[in-house]
């Protein structure tokens, strides 16, 4: 298919962009029709040199350049240049140029090509977009400002369509050379490469394939020419037969134009401006179509952020015009104000036709006025870019307010300033509020700094921000140190205190603890530091707020207290073994003559004496020992699941011969039911009998004692209620607060005929309150009686896992050693022991009761624990055990000493058993037998 006249004009004039055909010296031979609009559509540049067109800013430079330009491009080289050329409009515009060779069949250069973009393509619109938004000023005013000059410069010609249907306007001088030598024109077609120009049959076979085609689609002329140009199309247009569409449009109605994807050879997709004419022959008959794609993507996104960016713009404005807490206004470079929003109306209450005209400094006070404010504050930001500062204005009606103000320049596309920018906000509020602030500040501070203790504050992640001045007499270090308190921590405390108040700073919970802080001077004092958590309405930490308080006085004073504590216990220990040590012979020795003699009443009368005043002697020992143990909190309950019933019945019976002997009437009710009960038997017995000695003591023949036990709710939870009730002296109602502390006792004579130490009740309220319960008292005065109610919870649990005792049986005889220092004890324990029939051997320090234990080797071992001589019971028994020969022996522990501690020391010492003195002789022969037993396993 060969080209004809009317295809080449077409072909050319559809080009959107500057087209010339020179020849090799630079005479204009052709011109297309875009380019005939740039020159008026004169058409007097044809046949002229280039250079000589009415359309160079600087004709001189222009002739110059464009006489290198077509040297060397006749010499076979393409050229690229950038020029400015004159417009309709006479602004100058710069243009892109590229001048190529065109070659004849034979290679002989006979053209130069000219083409030149700049005018309408997309470069231009993207550096005008570039321009416009690079240079709005940060805010409303800029942007109205530069889209007015977008709006006038920004202007894409789309003239394809009347490009195709006029005729190539040239004068005859070039018709004539196109109808004479259209392979010339051919040739300059085929040169063009930012348009694919092709041809394709009536059926859509490319037919032929310029270079610019190559270029946009991937495909060589070999790879294109005899396919289908449907191959250009991505699969949903071939799915709706898009290619043949088109053909049928042209061939309709002589030309077909769109915009649409097509596709590369490598498969990238791009946006497509298509132009498809109809090519008749002389006769008048369709004989294939003309083709010119264009690759418009870059184009297509420019217009597309073109007006992604006035609708942006548009956005903004309605959105800051309708702004109220904001004074948005402009003013032109001698102050006058020429735009105004409604936040400006709100703010000073100037309506819009009020202010704009006016000088902007109506607007400032009369001292600012003075001093030329205004005129500074454009000057600034002319200066600088823009303008910030904070302070007074005045509104319509004279008030005052606080502001806060930013001033802008405005300027054109030529970077000449046209104006100002401003925008104002009334800060009044903040300013009141930061005064309050500071004020409160002032307060805090001098509040903190008169209290005595170290106060400080930190941020939500732990940084220290504020310190009292308490804080710097403390350690001596200068305002303005930068360590925080945990810097000053004694080097043995610092890594607890930072993990633990690392964990309130994660898990927000309060900080408290007791470390060592350095001191000015040089020691370390014992500081209390604590910390809390200060929370928004959100509950989101905002600040610490902690105080330091030198506790070093109070903590030696502990330190002594314990101290002191500590001797007492050790004291009141050693006292009790004292007082028991001479208690030991005097009940052997009454066991020992209640054997020997012949029963004689007086006699028996007088050893009974003795008993009970040993038992007395015993009992005054240990109240003091246990009231010493419970205001330490040193006695371990034993607790187990008992009949409450059964044990108040059978403490009650236990005092019912003393009760009759003195001529007083017991009185016992309990219930049918039985109340089951989860506590210490022990010390229950214990608090029940000593009420029962209570009003044993203080109530004189004929009286009446009253003891009953009942169930009780209190506080939702099951009590079991023992009261024991009495007509003895009664109680002074001034007493009974103070009735169950320890040493307090009610008046007595001067003969303190009812005797004690006051220690039973102390008891009764300790062992109470270590099982949950309580103890009170009631008495209507002095000889009216008293009621004394312990209440005790009726708690469920597991008994303890308890060996079964062994079976009791006759004690066989043994051979026996007794080792104490106290003579008389051992001589009265051994006369008991033989006149059992058992074999005694004594010794009376722990070296000699070794080598006795070693030399005779007996069954059973007594040994008392503070021996003289360097060697304690603890030794005797731990040298028995290590020794084969005798480790096997039954060891029994005789000690004055009966804490708990004393006994676990005895057992793992190596002693089987451990009694207290003076031992009962029924336990004397409870470890007799466990010997025996031990001796026949």
């Known amino acids: 298919m060969r080209y004809n006249q009317h295809t080449f004009k077409s072909l050319i004039d559809c080009l959107e962009h500057f087209v010339l055909l020179l020849k090799l010296d630079g005479t204009v031979s052709a011109i297309n029709t875009f380019a005939a609009d740039i020159l008026g559509k004169e058409k007097k540049g044809i046949g002229n040199p280039v250079w000589a067109l009415h359309l160079w800013k600087d004709v001189t430079a222009s002739e110059k350049n464009w006489i290198t330009v077509c040297q060397i491009a006749a010499q076979g080289t393409k050229i690229k240049f950038t020029d400015e050329i004159k417009q309709l409009d006479n602004n100058f515009s710069s243009i892109n140029f590229k001048v190529s060779p065109i070659k004849d069949d034979s290679g002989t250069i006979v053209f130069l090509l000219v083409e030149g973009e700049g005018i309408s393509n997309f470069e231009l619109v993207e550096q005008k977009n570039i321009t416009t938004s690079s240079s709005r000023l940060p805010g409303y005013f800029s942007t109205i400002v530069k889209s007015a000059t977008t709006e006038a410069d920004i202007k894409t010609r789309k003239d394809l369509t009347s490009a195709l249907v006029d005729v190539l306007k040239t004068d005859q001088q070039f018709n004539s050379w196109l109808l004479d030598s259209e392979n010339r024109f051919r040739l300059m077609v085929e040169s063009i490469e930012d348009y694919a120009m092709f041809m394709v049959d009536l059926d859509g076979f490319i037919t032929s394939w310029n270079r610019g085609a190559e270029r946009l689609t991937g495909y060589a002329d070999v790879e294109a020419i005899g396919r289908h140009f449907s191959m250009l199309y991505p699969k949903e247009a071939l799915d709706k037969d898009h290619a043949i569409h088109e053909l049928m449009m042209a061939q309709t109605h002589g030309r077909y134009e769109e915009e649409g994807i097509r596709v590369r050879k490598n498969g990238t997709h791009y946006h497509a401006q298509i132009i498809v004419w109809r090519i008749d022959n002389n006769e008048g008959n369709t004989v294939g179509y003309a083709k010119i794609t264009r690759d418009v993507s870059a184009l297509?996104?420019?217009?597309?952020?073109?007006?992604?960016?006035?609708?942006?713009?548009?956005?903004?404005?309605?959105?800051?015009?309708?702004?109220?807490?904001?004074?948005?206004?402009?003013?032109?470079?001698?102050?006058?104000?020429?735009?105004?929003?409604?936040?400006?109306?709100?703010?000073?209450?100037?309506?819009?036709?009020?202010?704009?005209?006016?000088?902007?400094?109506?607007?400032?006070?009369?001292?600012?006025?003075?001093?030329?404010?205004?005129?500074?504050?454009?000057?600034?930001?002319?200066?600088?870019?823009?303008?910030?500062?904070?302070?007074?204005?005045?509104?319509?009606?004279?008030?005052?307010?606080?502001?806060?103000?930013?001033?802008?320049?405005?300027?054109?596309?030529?970077?000449?300033?046209?104006?100002?920018?401003?925008?104002?906000?009334?800060?009044?509020?903040?300013?009141?509020?930061?005064?309050?602030?500071?004020?409160?500040?002032?307060?805090?501070?001098?509040?903190?700094?008169?209290?005595?203790?170290?106060?400080?504050?930190?941020?939500?992640?732990?940084?220290?921000?504020?310190?009292?001045?308490?804080?710097?007499?403390?350690t001596g270090v200068d305002h303005g140190a930068s360590k925080s308190w945990l810097d000053f921590i004694h080097s043995d405390d610092e890594p607890l205190v930072r993990e633990v108040w690392y964990y309130s700073l994660m898990s927000g919970n309060n900080f408290e603890g007791q470390f060592r802080l350095l001191h000015v001077s040089g020691s370390y004092r014992w500081t209390l530091g604590r910390a809390l958590a200060v929370r928004n309405e959100q509950g989101k930490i905002t600040r610490w707020m902690g105080t330091l308080t030198d506790i070093h006085?109070?903590?030696?004073?502990?330190?002594?207290?314990?101290?002191?504590?500590?001797?007492?216990?050790?004291?009141?220990?050693?006292?009790?073994?004292?007082?028991?040590?001479?208690?030991?012979?005097?009940?052997?020795?009454?066991?020992?003559?209640?054997?020997?003699?012949?029963?004689?009443?007086?006699?028996?009368?007088?050893?009974?004496?003795?008993?009970?005043?040993?038992?007395?002697?015993?009992?005054?020992?240990?109240?003091?020992?246990?009231?010493?143990?419970?205001?330490?909190?040193?006695?371990?309950?034993?607790?187990?699941?008992?009949?409450?019933?059964?044990?108040?019945?059978?403490?009650?019976?236990?005092?019912?011969?003393?009760?009759?002997?003195?001529?007083?009437?017991?009185?016992?009710?309990?219930?049918?039911?039985?109340?089951?009960?989860?506590?210490?038997?022990?010390?229950?017995?214990?608090?029940?009998?000593?009420?029962?000695?209570?009003?044993?003591?203080?109530?004189?023949?004929?009286?009446?004692?009253?003891?009953?036990?009942?169930?009780?709710?209190?506080?939702?939870?099951?009590?079991?209620?023992?009261?024991?009730?009495?007509?003895?002296?009664?109680?002074?109602?001034?007493?009974?607060?103070?009735?169950?502390?320890?040493?307090?006792?009610?008046?007595?004579?001067?003969?303190?005929?009812?005797?004690?130490?006051?220690?039973?009740?102390?008891?009764?309220?300790?062992?109470?309150?270590?099982?949950?319960?309580?103890?009170?008292?009631?008495?209507?005065?002095?000889?009216?009686?008293?009621?004394?109610?312990?209440?005790?919870?009726?708690?469920?649990?597991?008994?303890?896992?308890?060996?079964?005792?062994?079976?009791?049986?006759?004690?066989?005889?043994?051979?026996?050693?007794?080792?104490?220092?106290?003579?008389?004890?051992?001589?009265?324990?051994?006369?008991?022991?033989?006149?059992?029939?058992?074999?005694?051997?004594?010794?009376?320090?722990?070296?000699?009761?070794?080598?006795?234990?070693?030399?005779?080797?007996?069954?059973?071992?007594?040994?008392?624990?503070?021996?003289?001589?360097?060697?304690d019971g603890y030794a005797v028994a731990r040298s028995v055990r290590e020794d084969p020969l005798v480790n096997h022996i039954f060891m029994v522990a005789l000690s004055g000493y009966g804490q708990e501690k004393d006994k676990k020391l005895a057992l793992e010492s190596g002693f089987d058993e451990h009694l207290l003195k003076p031992v009962d002789f029924s336990g004397l022969t409870t470890m007799i037998n466990a010997a025996a037993n031990s001796l026949r396993r």
């Open 300 to 474: 297509k996104q420019a217009q597309q952020r073109e007006a992604q960016l006035f609708e942006s713009e548009n956005r903004f404005r309605l959105m800051v015009e309708s702004i109220d807490d904001y004074a948005m206004f402009m003013v032109d470079t001698k102050g006058v104000i020429t735009s105004w929003n409604r936040g400006a109306e709100r703010l000073t209450g100037y309506s819009e036709s009020e202010a704009v005209g006016q000088p902007f400094s109506i607007l400032y006070p009369k001292n600012e006025l003075l001093e030329e404010h205004a005129i500074y504050e454009l000057t600034m930001a002319r200066k600088n870019g823009h303008h910030e500062e904070e302070g007074v204005r005045v509104r319509k009606d004279g008030s005052i307010y606080n502001a806060q103000i930013i001033v802008w320049p405005v300027e054109d596309k030529t970077g000449d300033v046209v104006g100002f920018a401003k925008i104002t906000r009334d800060i009044t509020k903040r300013k009141a509020a930061e005064r309050a602030l500071k004020e409160s500040e002032a307060k805090f501070r001098t509040m903190t700094d008169a209290m005595p203790q170290m106060v400080w504050s930190a941020l939500p992640d732990g940084k220290q921000d504020y310190i009292n001045q308490q804080w710097f007499h403390f």
């Open 553 to 871: 006085e109070q903590k030696r004073a502990e330190t002594a207290l314990y101290e002191s504590a500590r001797r007492k216990d050790e004291y009141l220990a050693m006292l009790a073994h004292e007082l028991r040590n001479p208690l030991a012979p005097i009940r052997n020795s009454t066991e020992l003559l209640r054997r020997l003699c012949k029963p004689d009443d007086t006699i028996i009368g007088g050893l009974e004496v003795i008993d009970r005043q040993v038992v007395h002697m015993t009992r005054l020992i240990d109240d003091l020992l246990d009231v010493a143990r419970i205001s330490r909190g040193k006695i371990e309950l034993r607790k187990e699941n008992f009949e409450l019933r059964e044990l108040v019945n059978c403490t009650a019976s236990d005092f019912k011969a003393d009760y009759e002997n003195k001529g007083i009437n017991l009185s016992i009710v309990v219930p049918e039911k039985s109340i089951q009960i989860y506590a210490d038997r022990t010390r229950i017995a214990q608090a029940i009998g000593n009420l029962l000695h209570n009003a044993l003591k203080f109530t004189e023949s004929p009286g009446q004692v009253f003891v009953s036990l009942t169930e009780e709710t209190l506080n939702g939870k099951p009590f079991g209620v023992v009261k024991v009730k009495d007509t003895g002296i009664g109680i002074d109602p001034n007493l009974l607060e103070q009735l169950f502390e320890p040493f307090v006792q009610g008046d007595q004579d001067l003969a303190r005929s009812k005797g004690g130490l006051g220690l039973g009740l102390a008891l009764i309220k300790g062992f109470a309150n270590l099982h949950g319960g309580n103890v009170h008292a009631k008495s209507s005065g002095p000889g009216c009686g008293a009621e004394f109610v312990f209440q005790v919870p009726l708690l469920s649990g597991t008994n303890p896992v308890r060996e079964s005792a062994p079976a009791q049986v006759m004690a066989m005889q043994l051979s026996v050693v007794l080792i104490d220092d106290n003579r008389d004890m051992v001589e009265t324990l051994a006369a008991l022991l033989s006149l059992d029939g058992h074999e005694v051997k004594c010794a009376y320090d722990g070296e000699s009761g070794l080598q006795l234990i070693k030399m005779i080797k007996p069954n059973l071992i007594f040994c008392d624990i503070g021996l003289p001589g360097g060697c």
